[in-house]
């Protein structure tokens, strides 16, 4: 009997217990094959599943080094079953490739002739499949290379992609990284920090893949980063077009690249440059039918496709997406969960996640704030009770997240906070009118110009404006370093990735080293309480405990 | 001598350590204890006797025996030089010590004529061995006299064939099998033969049957073929035509023809067995690492334990109904395998692992299966395993049979019942271990750190080996076992564990030995972590962990316990009765890390709402017309009993029963209407658990391998001063030596002996003095001449009425043969 930091549990999850010597080497061990489930404080949890197996094959690991890590780790005896299942899943792997073939193009070859035979035979993959060259290989459309794969991961015989990518136009990119302070990073003078150098080393190897960061840790940097490896004309995909300016802003700021070689694609600008940077949204505008602006994809010979938020991807531009497989893709993101439950399909036509980092490892290391998260209980008073007793399910929870008795502690918890940047995040606007109206601050909506909100936000980050409300339009990808306090009022219902994006516009490091304060209200014994714990259930996995107090 | 008396007077004769082991081999003798040696003789010449020790014998004894019983003479026995050239590349030296296995079984015998000459020592084997053996020992057909007296019809058409081919005259039988056996070999049989002839003998080289269309035909005569209305037959004809003519080939009826022994032993050469086999195969047994098979073994443990409790868990909340056709239905068992979170099929076997140690029993009142209260579950977790493995290990069922077959064997039901389960799955244990054994001793070849892993495959070849007998009917018990084995540890990796030799050699305190170094101590403390979970890092303590399942759900599978505390469960933690304070406590007492605040909170919080309302039994509510009246009726009804509480001004409630407050405001002089009619009468069972069924005997406080140990030790403290320390073998040695070996015409060797007389009567066409007892009582003598034995009858002809007459076994009081036979009886046609 060893006395490892693991316990391998029979359904497939690895408890890393985090307080024991072996710890960081265990962790790091099976990170190249199981997924990180939940972060708590003793004790996190990792999966095992057959796409994190195969990825682990991808990155050159087999059945037998796995198998070695677990039993070397392990406390106790790993559940024999469960190796069985590793061993014939990873088998599983690489049994068809896919390779160019000098004469024929994109082929699929195999080892194994009942499994070429297998998938053939399968209605949907056939029809992706050109004509038998001989009984091991059969020509494959190229642009059908992405839904090829995607197919055969469903169909349990992942292909490993030896076809390689094209190079794209080349257009040398260099980063402005210095060697100074690497913590606090000051204009002119700052460099890779060690975690986004190995994440790019690993997407670089891995060729393409998602990195998953904690907000605030400098995504923008690690995408910076692959377009200076990368050297070739970049595709970059965001959120919206503040975000798209940010992005800019930020590769003004650490690259070689000047603004005539950065494009905006959105709804204000459509300019095509080595570097284009465009939203989602105009990608994915619909006119008669057609996606006019989805062609900027593959019109263009570029070398790098950046996807910004990858949680976040449409569903036009996973189809496309599918198309590109030949292309290099770098996905980032956050919170790798979507409400709905379509992370394999982010897996499958990005890549398999190169990096990956607890939250609160990278706040132990001290690049993000440390939060301090606090749920305030508010009791309804009598009147909202009965009104919220009889109204219909659709409507309760509006009804309780939008209590009056809320912006009253809001405006209590201003006062507390006073002289803090502080932020109130909301999802109802009448709730955020009069809350604005209360406090006296500003409101970014939905309807706010864009030149106002990048006035409003300029002055927040400069310290003129302490106080902002913003709704939902602010819960990706906006950058306000200063921010220490956040006031959450009311979220669309159990998104457990918009709660932690929230928590996440507050953890930029502080310049004094603060800790950041997150506050989410929620009214006691209605859905409100409910949601609010299903969309914790995030952070709580990544460590973050919620203290809870009555309202004040 | 007969063979039974030949046997009698053989064991008699043995020195008392030959006797123990006899005993020891063949335990079944004495079960129970045999009155004498001749009883003792006559159990193991018995049909049933044999066919128990016959199944035990290994492929080269049974060949051996085999050859033995076709190549001996009757009556005379054969040398080991003889039975060499019965066996294929066996030499006598080789197949003497198997001779004296068998002998030592007492399955042959050292033939009389021994102590005459100081010859080669003759073997015999007992009586019935050929019965046992059946009609078709070593896949040779009967002979030309058994065929012509078992087949009607066939005397005449041997008669024929003897005509034709010029035999002496006389029993044409016994021409044809001297014709036959004067041919020097196969080529001298078949030098005329029509081609393709040789090759269709080849295919009786398996079994002595076969099929032939229009067996019956007429093959015309030698040198007049075609003759009369048989036409000449397509295909093979030839051949066929040609050995069924010359009575090569024995038609059985329209369909079926046999070849006869002598024919089989000719192209044979003379050769009973034809590839002996005195070791077992030789196969490339696959290694595993020790380290991987004591991981996977260990595991298995743990996690059988950790299921077995699940599934009482399971059992106690719902516990299962029988269906009429017998065991359990698909869906409680469903249920069951939801609760384990295991396969439908691995549950089947869990629910009988669980009813074979009696932690579930049938309530015959309920046909429910029930969780007993059996005293498993307080034991340490080692000795839990080996009261599990010591239940399955001497079970009279198949588990693997559940599931399988047409319609389908529910759990539990009767038809998984085989009472030879042990036996075969003792075995099946039995060559695992000397596959294992053998192995290692081989290992010098293999590298170390490695143990055997056999496949199915090769530990049935291993079977078929050392028992060729059950070896047919075992291949799917076998792969049961095996499966069944590495559920509960006694293999890991397909691989024989320390712990499973120790459980196969029933050394249970070996056993429980080795399992305490690998069970880890439990844990006493868990992990308290921000998300409102609760981890212990291992097994924790059953004291713990029923708390720990009351205040949090568990979640998920494996050694560690996951708890997620949800204010779910701790609204069920306060209506059992704890305190908000006291689970804080409790908390504290057994996290190893501070208290969360969230949990903290959540337990305030939840404690704080709880008995917000608070429910009161209530079997009859009244209600009055105006608040007045029912004031009145709550100021009296103190004084009468009747039990009120006002819930409004004009309802109360009463907690007792509708009819009976009635009755008692009637008393206290008012006139209450009774709407709806009376209430039926409810049976005042309290809520709550259902009441554990009371311990009965049939519900064992003891583990199955202690049972057997206390048995043993009673054993001992009854039989007086003389304390036998090899247990019954050595009692029942002691008993047949204190008695003569033989008391002629009594006890159980008697029918045997009657039988076998009868028997040898038949053979040799001898007539018996046969006493008998009549239907009134009088015992009879009568000269007759035996005909047949069979069940439980003699047929004899009786020549002073010259007619047949049928005696039941039973009313045979004693047999005496004529030897010589007598003039004037009429031989058979």
Known sequence: MNDGPLIVQSDKTILLETAHPQATEARHAIAAFAELERAPEHMHSYRITPLGLWNARAAGLDAEQVLDTLLTFSRFPVPHPLLIDIAEVMSRYGRLTLEKDPVHGLVMRTSDFPVLEEVIHARKIGALLGPRIDPLTVVVHSSQRGALKQLLLKAGWPAEDRAGYVDGTPHPIALTAGDADAVAPKDGAWSLRPYQDLAVENFWAGGSGVVVLPCGAGKTIVGAAAMAVSGTTTLILVTNTVSARQWKAELLRRTTLTEAEIGEYSGAAKEVRPVTIATYQVLTLRRGGLHPHLELLNDNDWGLIIYDEVHLLPAPIFRMTAELQARRRLGLTATLVREDGREGEVFSLIGPKRYDAPWKDIEAQGY??????????????????????????????????????????????????????????????????????????????????????????????RGAVKTLVVSKVANFSIDLPEASVAIQVSGSFGSRQEEAQRLGRLMRPKADGRTARFYTLVARDTVDADFAAKRQRFLAEQGYAYRIIDAP | MSTLQLLISDLAARPDSSLLRLLSLRPELMDPPAADFAALAARASSRAGLSRALDRLNEPQLQLLTALAVAAPAGSGATAAQLAEAVADASAAELEPLLEQLHELALVLHSPEDTDDAGPRRFLPVTSLREVLGAHPAGLGRGYVELADALPGCRDRLAGIAGTLGLPGGDPAAALHAHVTSFAGPDALLADAPDGTAGLLAKFAAGPMGRVAHALRDVGREGRPGEGAAPAQPDAGGAVNWLLRRGLLIPLDDDHVELPREVGLLLRHGRVVTHFSPAPPVVEVARVRTSLRDNAATGAV???????????????????ATLRAGGVGVRAVRAVARDLDVEMAQSYFYLELAAMAKLITLDPDTSLWKATASGWRPRDRAEQWLWLASAWLDAGRLPSLVGTGSPAVNVLAGEAFRPDAPALRATSLQVLASLHGGAALHGDAAESGTVPAPTIEQVLDHYAWHHPR??????????????????????????????????????????????????????????????????????????LSEELALLAEPEGRGTAGVYRFTRASLQRALAAGRTATGIMDFLAAHSATPVPQPLEYLVADTASRHGRFTVVAASAVVSAREPGLLAELLAVGAASGLQLTAVSPTVAVSALPPAELARKMLDAGHSPALAGGVAAEEPGRPAGRPRRAAPSTTHPAMAPWEAARLSAAEGQEAGDAVVHPAGPAAAQLAMLRSRPAWTPGRGEAAPALVREQLQRAIRTMADVWLTTVGGDGRPERLRLRPVTVAEGRVRAFDHERDSERVFSMHRIVDVDLIEGGSAGTKGRA
């Open chain 2, 470 to 543: 059950p070896a047919r009917r075992i291949a799917k018990a076998l792969a049961g076992f095996l499966a069944e084995a590495e559920l509960l540890g006694l293999t890991g990796a397909a691989a024989l564990t320390d712990l499973g030799l120790a459980v196969i050699g029933r050394d249970w305190d070996g056993a429980l030995a080795l399992l305490a170094g690998t069970l880890p101590e439990p844990v006493e403390h868990v992990l308290l972590q921000g998300d409102l979970t609760a981890v212990a890092p291992g097994y924790l303590s059953p004291v």
């Open chain 2, 302 to 320: 743990a996690a059988l334990l950790r299921t077995m409790g699940r599934l009482l868990d399971s059992v106690e909340n719902a516990p299962l």
């Open chain 1, 368 to 461: 993000i704030a440390p939060a301090d998260c606090v749920e305030v209980r508010i009791d309804l008073p009598q009147d909202e009770r009965m009104a919220y007793a009889m109204a219909d399910d659709a409507d309760k929870y509006r009804l309780c997240a939008t209590s009056e008795s809320k912006s009253a502690v809001v405006e209590k918890l201003a006062a507390e906070h006073a002289g803090e940047q502080l932020l109130v995040i909301g999802q109802y606007i009448d709730q955020l009118d009069e809350i604005a109206g209360r406090l006296g601050a500003p409101l970014i909506k939905g309807e706010t110009p864009v030149k106002e909100r990048e006035r409003l936000f300029g002055e927040f980050r």
